[in-house]
């Protein structure tokens, strides 16, 4: 057990090593340790259920849509609002987080969702079963309460390990979910007897108790910073209780939200619409039957079970040797190679090729997931939630426009909708040459002589603002971020002050 | 077509009335269609009665489609019986089953011979599905317990939340 201590006069012990702002430098996956830990476990696991309500109706539909007569455009549509309610949902989680905390944010979404999960079982109409799947999406939104949590507990040296791990394992619930729900329903229909009609709406309620008993753990279990809960922290001073609208401005007019956004809609994004579509494909394409399908559809989704992460701790990798431009060019060539096989998965003509190439897709576009929120955390430190949600809204967006574009409707074939979706990759991950930080660089660009950290984020307050104090921990994130500057950086002189001479470091 | 067959029902009109599942019941009855050769149903063994969906229920529903391939055809997923074959006083009563969804319907019958292959058919509508179809009436599968747990449970998370805001301000 180590211990360590800050300099201030409040003495706190951490089990596991932490930075000045008390985030945790290394990541344990097998503990459960208060705060850092235990933040990690409860979040991907709350995560997790979400994904399991918001993807519980697709493997049931054969049963679906007998009994409330869907057409296919029904359950298109269905599947579009699923994955749309999300994309606001998800930027006001962001706010929400930055004004809120975590805890409270995602507890809340997650106990405002959970009725759609149940009433679910009640649903009578395609009306009814579209609203339920639009309302029930909403709790997609935890994915930024997520990345929010594990960047305010974990530094920049291990942050996109734990934003990869959190955010993978909770995407693993969309493709557990196509194992689950059929085992429950099956559990209901054979074992106690319901007719099939009556199964499947009971095997709802599964999920809605898992996400139900996930809020209470969230409540009760959670902190949102390593020193304790925003409500403590602001009414003992040791945090400024920010205003939204200055929160909210920094977010939207910072480019390079935007460029992640786009780019997220073209990882993320891709892979929510081959959840919704793969199981139909490889049915009609290949001829498999539907149990088979089911169970491609979910090597999809659990294959996020180390490739988000892979992404992850492989941003953290480059990190340490080139630092920010490091994160960039792995996440370009990432993004770029899944555009690649996608396109490609679109002309393979033979059933284990297509699994092959799938599976090999699924790495890349969900290691390019995992990359994406390695560079996220250092885009803005004041509204580091609006930037998050920004980026996982931008994700959903995407996810509406290929599903909307290539997948409704018969103007495209699905195999020639994949080809075209990986070409609209490739493309839009093109962005990326834009991104530059002046303190870092660019993909193309160095670093501007003489910029630091500290002139990065600290021109996120106002003088006013400043003079006040409330500015103390993004100085704190600045020299912490320093990292990010790779192994060449080092030697760089950094200026603590405009007007003294510089200091070699 | 080698057999035909007919259907009784309290009223002949089309859609004048919709049969429940598991309530209402079709009494099917078959035969050889004896303006066809003797010797053309010596191969005929089992007969299977099915029920099949009419075009419209088969509309923008490609998991109904039918195909001239019978291996991949999906119009008559229902069974209603099977039995030898036998050149008349064929009938059957069945009662509309629980997972049956809602929809427009008819009958079809295939002959089977030894091999378990299809060699005939008949069906209670013509050639374009169009005459002597009937709707059947899913059940919803929702029972009052199950209405009102949804409710209570929905109830009790949004309670739950006040409750959390309630502890929050407290602290």
């Not at chain 1, 539909?61 to 994955?83: E, H, K, M, Q, Y």
């Not at chain 1, 109409?125 to 029930?136: C, E, G, I, K, N």
């Not at chain 1, 003489?450 to 409330?470: M, N």
Request: hydrophobic share 40%.
């Amino acid at each position: 057990m180590e211990i360590s201590q800050n300099s201030d006069t409040n003495y706190r012990k951490f089990v596991l090593p932490v930075d000045s702002e008390h985030k945790a430098t290394e990541f344990r996956l097998f503990s459960i340790a208060t705060p850092h830990m235990r933040a990690f476990h409860l979040s991907w696991i709350s995560f997790f259920s979400c994904f399991v309500s918001t993807f519980a109706a697709p493997p049931l539909l054969p049963i679906i849509r007998d009994n409330l007569d869907l057409t296919a455009t029904d359950i298109g549509n269905a599947g579009i609002a699923a994955v749309s309610g999300a994309v606001f949902a998800r930027v006001a989680m962001g706010t929400a987080c930055d004004l809120f905390g975590p805890r409270l944010a995602s507890s809340s979404l997650i106990l405002l969702t959970a009725p759609a999960v149940y009433l679910s079982a009640i649903a009578n109409s395609p009306s009814a079963f579209l609203m339920v799947r639009f309302f029930t999406g909403f709790s997609l939104a935890t994915f930024v309460s997520t990345q929010f949590w594990m960047s305010s507990m974990f530094s920049p040296n291990v942050v996109g390990t734990a934003n990869g791990l959190s955010g993978g394992w909770g995407n693993l619930g969309g493709g557990a979910t196509q194992l689950i729900m059929p085992l429950v329903y099956s559990l209901i229909h054979d074992n106690i007897g319901s007719t099939k009609f009556t199964a499947w709406r009971i095997a709802f309620f599964i999920p809605a108790f898992f996400q139900t008993l996930s809020a209470y753990a969230i409540f009760f279990l959670g902190q949102d910073m390593p020193d304790g809960n925003y409500v403590r922290l602001e009414k003992s001073g040791e945090k400024h209780k920010d205003s939204f609208s200055q929160v909210f401005y920094h977010a939207i007019t910072n480019y390079r939200g935007w460029i992640l956004a786009l780019t997220y809609g073209y990882c993320f994004g891709v892979e929510l619409t081959i959840d919704n579509i793969i199981a139909q494909y490889f049915y009609d394409r290949f001829n498999v039957n539907l149990h088979t399908a089911g169970i491609i559809a979910a090597s999809f989704g659990l294959a996020n079970l180390f490739s988000r992460p892979g992404g992850g701790i492989l941003s953290d990798l480059v990190a340490k040797r080139f630092g920010m431009r490091g994160r960039l060019w792995t996440l370009w060539v990432v993004q770029m190679i899944g555009g690649l096989l996608c396109l490609l998965l679109g002309k393979i003509g033979s059933l284990s090729g297509s699994v092959a190439v799938m599976l090999v897709f699924s790495v890349f576009v969900q290691a390019a997931c995992g990359l994406t929120f390695g560079v996220v955390p250092f885009v803005s430190r004041r509204s580091l939630g609006v930037i998050s949600g920004m980026t996982g809204g931008g994700g959903n967006v995407g996810a509406v426009l290929t599903q909307v574009i290539f997948f409704r409707g018969s103007r495209y074939s699905t195999e020639e909708g994949i080809s075209l979706m990986g070409v609209m990759i490739m493309c839009c991950t093109l962005v990326i040459l834009f991104i530059y930080f002046p303190q870092w660089g660019g993909l193309f660009c160095g670093p501007k002589k003489g910029v630091t950290e500290e002139d990065y984020y600290l021109a996120e307050w106002t003088a006013a603002e400043k003079e006040q104090g409330f500015h103390k921990m993004s100085i704190k994130f600045s020299e912490n971020s320093r990292r990010e500057r790779g192994k060449k950086g080092a030697s760089v002189p950094v200026l603590s002050d405009k007007d003294t001479p510089p200091t070699i470091v | 077509m080698p057999q035909s067959y007919h259907q009784n029902h309290p009223k002949q009109t089309a859609f004048s009335f919709v049969l429940k599942a598991g309530e209402d019941q079709i009494t099917v009855t078959w035969r050889f269609n004896q303006t066809y050769s003797a010797g053309t149903d010596s191969d005929y063994k089992t007969v299977k009665v099915k029920l099949c969906y009419a075009p419209i229920s088969q509309k923008d529903r490609s998991w109904r489609k039918t195909e001239d391939r019978l291996k991949k055809d999906k119009t008559c997923p229902h069974k209603i019986v099977a039995r030898p074959y036998t050149t008349s006083n064929n009938s059957f009563t069945w009662t509309v089953e629980k997972d049956i969804p809602s929809g427009v319907y008819f009958v079809r019958a295939y002959a089977l011979n030894a091999q378990d292959e299809e060699v005939a058919y008949g069906q209670n509508t013509d050639v374009h599905k169009v005459n002597n179809l009937f709707k059947i009436q899913a059940i919803t599968g929702r029972h009052v317990s199950l209405d009102v747990a949804s409710v209570c449970f929905s109830a009790f998370s949004i309670v739950s939340l006040a409750g959390f805001f309630y502890m929050e301000k407290r602290k």
